[in-house]
């Protein structure tokens, strides 16, 4: 439930390195567990894939609001899409894979309602993998992050980067730019709607 003992993947992670679990185990991310936790599925993802504790996903959906584990089989595509765009920049599973945590929704009661719910499982992560190549493949998500944090590798950007960098530094190289600071534009909604134009056409 939403109350979770093993939070999110950054706690579970710290637990077993904290008792030098973490060669012999991975992180199993589940996309509604991250949902109770009150992150996005392709935040635990990243975290674990960044930590190279990404090993295997349980591939279902959860209620937004119930804040129980209702492990139903997957229909969101975007979400689908968002994790296999993770899963592909972190080199794909490794020996891991994708497992069906899931079940039929209560009135869903027959042999049919199985077998068409493990096919709406399957195909949602197949549309979510071949739209996460096609992001990639746009380019423009990539190129935009690249150039956004272009300044991480050199200057102060990259003495942050490298560890080198003192509090002392940094709030002195912050007052030298005065109110000139420009941080630039996010982009956030253009780039949403690059999203978009993928899933449905410009
Ligand atoms: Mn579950």
């Not at 077993?16 to 635990?44: C, S, V, W």
Request: a negative charge; hydrophobic letters at 40%.
């Amino acid at each position: 439930m939403k109350h979770q003992y093993d939070f999110d993947a950054a706690t579970a992670i710290g637990f077993l390195r904290q008792y030098g679990l973490d060669k012999d185990f991975k992180m199993n991310i589940e996309a509604n567990h991250a949902l109770l936790a009150g992150h996005t599925f392709e935040h635990e993802l990243r975290i674990s894939a960044i930590n190279g504790m990404l090993g295997s996903i349980d591939a279902n959906q959860g209620d937004p609001v119930l804040g129980w584990d209702t492990d139903e089989f997957p229909f969101d595509v975007y979400s689908a899409t968002m994790c296999m765009y993770e899963v592909l920049k972190a080199g794909g599973l490794g020996n891991g894979g994708l497992n069906f945590d899931a079940k039929n929704r209560r009135p869903s009661n027959t042999r049919e309602d199985m077998v068409q719910a493990f096919i709406l499982g399957m195909d949602t992560f197949a549309l979510g993998l071949l739209k996460a190549a096609a992001i990639i493949e746009d380019g423009t998500l990539d190129a935009f992050r690249k150039d956004r944090y272009s300044s991480f590798e050199n200057g102060i950007g990259k003495k942050i980067v490298d560890g080198e960098a003192s509090l002392e530094e940094l709030s002195a190289y912050a007052c030298s730019l005065g109110n000139c600071a420009d941080p630039g534009s996010g982009k956030q909604e253009y780039l949403q709607s690059v999203i978009n134009g993928v899933f449905f056409g410009e």
